[in-house]
């Protein structure tokens, strides 16, 4: 008996994903509740873990693009013996007879498909077969050792058959860099865009031409033509040498794929302008100096800028209430709530989570949430909840070193704010030259619902509110 392994729905919007990273080699014990596989998705990395207990078996390599819902691997479960005896007799994946043929099943199968192999090099007689198909049902002579798809350890996935059978590639010619050296999907796109196919699914024989394979003959090899530039794939599962070594190409993961799609649609639909100003730290900074030993004892963790600049910015909503609004078609949508997005760097990319309510959380109660979700995405366990709904964003480039840019907006937010480095420079005060630990703010806005007196008005309130700190206290 067996379970499959499916890639469950993460969210309405997303259809396929990236197989990120198999946390168990093919083959493996595993029990319920062990963690299987990483899928990468254009919104959030998950998790997949085993429903059963028993034996992997991987159908799908690292790398590959999956749809939901698609069968990725198994697991066998009850006897493994008894499994195993039975695998001899009926194929590991289960195909509808009715629909596929015997080719299409020796494909999806790689196991039956070895079974069936050996038994053909014990009983076939000489054959003709198209030349245009040779090298998808190879058959060497005795003399000749044996293909290596057939002693690999790790079987070959069916994508991996499909995708050599199309091109004419013969897998005994690859060498796989996957586990128990596995031939995986890159593979045979490195080997196809190096010029190495042995023929192209496009180029086909005249019907009547015919050539004899036997066990007594050897097969001509069919020679690539050396004179035709390679084809570059895009939708090859990893990276590419090309232009001998000068460039590496490779697929942008779906997180990557779809952070392009969203600020290219925000440049595209919406009318923006970024307006600055510049903070003077000087009290935010005394201000956690003084209080930091005790808030650290009390809640556990550290006041930072980012909680302060949060309660500026709902202050800041709350005046002039124009950027807490948005547009959806031919209406504005007036948000009576203050769920404010925090741009977060992880590995994979730029996450934007939301925390909720910021308006009734505390310092220590937004710095909590922030701390977590900086964990949860580094760690990729951020759920498609914890990036919707918010209705204002804030990006502190500052902690890379920015010193000044103009954000992006979030759509379909109307504002985002953008923080900056701290840089201790000479000011007027009073009359005086002081030096002063200085911030420039940027404010960039969609022009087609807030004007310039309400973007201007809002940056300042946000700036008195950082350079009175006391003012988020009582509320003034």
């Not at 969210?11 to 299987?36: F, M, R």
């Not at 980012?306 to 005046?319: C, G, P, Q, R």
């Not at 918010?390 to 954000?407: A, E, H, R």
């Amino acid at each position: 008996m067996s379970d499959d392994i499916r890639i469950p729905s993460v969210g309405e919007s997303v259809s396929s994903g990236l197989i990120a990273q198999w946390h168990k080699n093919n083959g493996d014990t595993v029990n319920v509740g062990d963690l299987l596989l990483t899928l990468d998705t254009d919104k959030i990395s998950t998790e997949i873990t085993a429903d059963s207990s028993g034996t992997l078996q991987i159908l799908a390599s690292e790398g590959e693009e999956v749809s939901i819902g698609s069968v990725v691997g198994r697991i066998t479960t009850g006897d493994l013996s008894q499994s195993a005896s039975s695998t001899e007799v009926q194929p590991t994946l289960a195909r509808d007879s009715s629909n596929e043929d015997d080719g299409n099943q020796e494909e999806t199968d790689p196991i039956s498909f070895t079974k069936r192999q050996e038994s053909r090099d014990n009983h076939r007689q000489d054959i003709p077969v198209e030349a245009g198909n040779i090298a998808s049902d190879p058959e060497p002579p005795k003399n000749i050792k044996r293909d290596l798809r057939l002693d690999r350890k790790a079987p070959v996935s069916p994508v991996v058959n499909r995708l050599a059978k199309e091109n004419g590639v013969d897998l005994s010619l690859i060498t796989g860099s996957g586990k128990k050296g596995a031939i995986l999907k890159k593979d045979v796109q490195a080997y196809i865009d190096s010029g190495g196919k042995l023929r192209s699914s496009k180029q086909v024989d005249p019907p009547n031409k015919q050539t004899i394979v036997s066990q007594d003959t050897q097969r001509k090899e069919v020679l690539p033509d050396l004179n035709v530039k390679p084809i570059s794939h895009h939708n090859s599962s990893g990276p590419i040498t090309e232009e001998g070594g000068r460039i590496t190409r490779e697929p942008l993961s779906p997180i990557r794929r779809k952070i392009a799609d969203h600020l290219v649609s925000a440049q595209q639909n919406a009318a923006l302008l970024t307006t600055f100003n510049e903070c003077d730290m000087s009290s935010v900074m005394q201000l956690r100096k003084e209080l930091q030993e005790d808030f650290v004892a009390k809640y556990g963790v550290k006041i930072g800028f980012m909680s302060i600049f949060i309660k500026a910015v709902v202050d800041a909503l709350k005046e002039v209430d124009q950027i807490n609004e948005r547009i959806d078609g031919n209406d504005l949508i007036q948000n009576h709530f203050f769920d404010i997005g925090v741009a977060v760097g992880s590995e994979k990319g730029l996450v934007v989570p939301v925390i909720r309510d910021c308006d009734q959380k505390s310092f220590a109660q937004i710095e909590k949430d922030i701390a977590e979700y900086a964990y949860r995405a580094n760690q990729g366990k951020l759920q498609i909840a914890d990036l919707q709904g918010g209705v204002f964003t804030i990006s502190n480039g500052g902690i890379y070193g920015s010193m000044l840019s103009t954000p992006i907006i979030n759509p379909p937010q109307s504002a985002i704010l953008g923080m900056h480095n701290i840089i201790e420079r000479p000011v007027a005060v009073e009359g005086k030259v002081v030096i002063r630990p200085m911030m420039y703010l940027a404010l960039s806005y969609d022009h087609r619902i807030v004007d310039g007196k309400e973007a201007v008005t809002f940056l300042k309130r946000v700036k008195d509110c950082v350079e009175n700190p006391a003012r988020l206290l009582v509320g003034a």
